[in-house]
């Protein structure tokens, strides 16, 4: 697996360039780092910066504040933010 973390800093100002720098190192920091094919960038419209990952969590962050970790029920498109990761795997596990 080939990961590629790819931000386009034309559109981010600078309390997301530090959402930029904190979700790296959180993924930096996880014993699976394996990132979806186009899975980082930057979302206009909510301000989260991510990084998606290829287990279905998504590590992310808006305006320079701390890191959540994201899990989406596909199924009913709701969403789950967690402080640790531990906790987004756990709630992955059980939808």
């Known amino acids: 697996m080939e ?3 790819k931000f386009d800093l034309d559109k981010m100002g ?12 959180a993924w930096y920091n996880l014993p699976d780092r394996d990132i979806m094919y186009e899975g980082t960038g930057f979302n206009t ?9 290829e287990n279905g969590i998504t ?4 305006f320079g504040q701390e890191v959540e970790y994201l ?5 009913t498109g709701e ?17």
């Open 79 to 95: 969403e789950y933010f967690f402080e640790t990761y531990e906790e987004a795997e756990i709630k992955l596990q059980a939808l």
């Open 14 to 25: 600078y309390q997301d360039i530090e959402s930029m720098k904190l979700i790296i190192d």
């Open 71 to 75: 899990v989406t029920d596909y199924d």
């Open 3 to 5: 990961n590629k973390i």
């Open 59 to 62: 590590i992310c962050s808006c």
């Open 45 to 53: 419209m909510s301000g989260y910066v991510y990084i998606a990952l």
